[in-house]
């Protein structure tokens, strides 16, 4: 689907420096986050939303997420993050 947008001009630099620092074409870069907003199911009036709300949202987001990291236990130990030991 094409669609044409006529942006704000801080806009339009906001997306060509993602743009830039992430090596895509604008138009990827918009698609991904339309997309991101599109599987959330949020829209951006939750943003003034009571941080509880918020919090039970990213909860309910985060709930439908796989949470085995594939990571051993050890791994998440201080001692084993620094050479000397930490």
């Given at each position: 689907?094409?669609?044409?947008?006529?942006?704000?001009?801080?806009?339009?630099?906001?997306?060509?420096?993602?743009?830039?620092?992430?090596?895509?074409?604008?138009?990827?870069?918009?698609?991904?986050?339309?997309?991101?907003?599109?599987?959330?199911?949020?829209?951006?009036?939750?943003?003034?939303?009571?941080?509880?709300?918020?919090?039970?949202?990213?909860?309910?987001?985060?709930?439908?997420?796989?949470?085995?990291?594939?990571?051993?236990?050890?791994?998440?130990?201080?001692q084993n993050w620094?050479?000397?030991?930490?």
């Amino acid at each position: 689907m094409k669609l044409e947008l006529e942006l704000r001009q801080e806009v339009r630099d906001f997306l060509a420096a993602k743009a830039a620092a992430e090596g895509k074409p604008m138009h990827q870069v918009i698609e991904g986050m339309l997309e991101v907003f599109a599987v959330v199911g949020r829209d951006i009036s939750s943003i003034d939303s009571p941080p509880e709300k918020r919090a039970q949202a990213m909860a309910e987001f985060l709930a439908g997420m796989e949470t085995d990291a594939g990571l051993p236990e050890v791994a998440f130990k201080r001692q084993n993050w620094y050479p000397d030991g930490g």
